[in-house]
Structure formats: C-alpha cells, structure tokens
C-alpha cells in the first residue's frame, strides 16, 4: 500500500511539473505572462520573447548534450522582441524561461528537461 502510495505521488509531481511547458510535432515551449521561450522539435533552436512592452528583462538558460550552459536574450527595443541562438555541436537537453522586474531579484520557471 505504501508503495502504491508513493508510485502515485511520484507520477502525480512529474506531470505537475510539466504541466507549465508543452511539447508537440513543433518542438517545446515554455510561457508566462513575461515571455515565452521555444525549443525547435530538432533541439538546435532556441527562440525567446519578451510579451511585455516594460522595464522586465527576459531571457532562457539552457543546456546541451556537451554540458555546455548558454543564454540567450530578448532584447529590449520595446515591446515584443525575441532573441533566438543555434545550437552547432549536440542538441538542447533542458531549458528554462527567466525574467527579472527593475533589477531585482531573478525569477526562472522550472526547467524544461527534452526527452
């Protein structure tokens, strides 16, 4: 019974953790109020946007089969702007979507982990 118990649990996490990120014959994305970000369905593109015309700085963090970690910018010319990158050697293996208000404090949604 305990067992079951936590089997369930475990599932019931993994599903409400994605549940802030989509995947389709498109690729992967990740929203919120502040921006978007988007996986291309090869893993080699990235593409983030900021959905606000204010002061909120947004970016992704993301990670590739090398282990290498990058960043990529939308940058700022009021607005919506979107920046985007290329992945060369390997693909994407996980992403995240950050924005920070007026230099504050950075916020990130959970990370998006491509499978």
Not at 12 to 36: C, I, K, Q, V, Y
Not at 106 to 115: A, D, E, L, T, Y
Request: charged share 20%; glycine share 6%; hydrophobic share 40%.
């Amino acid at each position: 019974m305990r067992k079951s118990i936590t089997v369930l649990t475990t599932l019931f996490l993994l599903l409400a953790m994605t549940a802030t990120a989509s995947a389709s014959g498109n690729g992967w994305r990740s929203d919120s109020p502040e921006g978007s970000v988007k996986v291309s369905s090869d893993r080699k593109h990235i593409t983030v946007c900021d959905l606000q015309d204010d002061t909120t700085e947004v970016w992704a963090e993301y990670a590739t089969s090398f282990l290498l970690m990058h960043t990529v910018k939308a940058e700022k010319a009021g607005g919506f702007e979107c920046g985007e990158d290329t992945v060369f050697f390997g693909y994407i293996t996980v992403f995240k979507l950050c924005f920070r208000y007026n230099h504050a404090a950075k916020q990130c949604n959970r990370s998006v982990w491509i499978k």
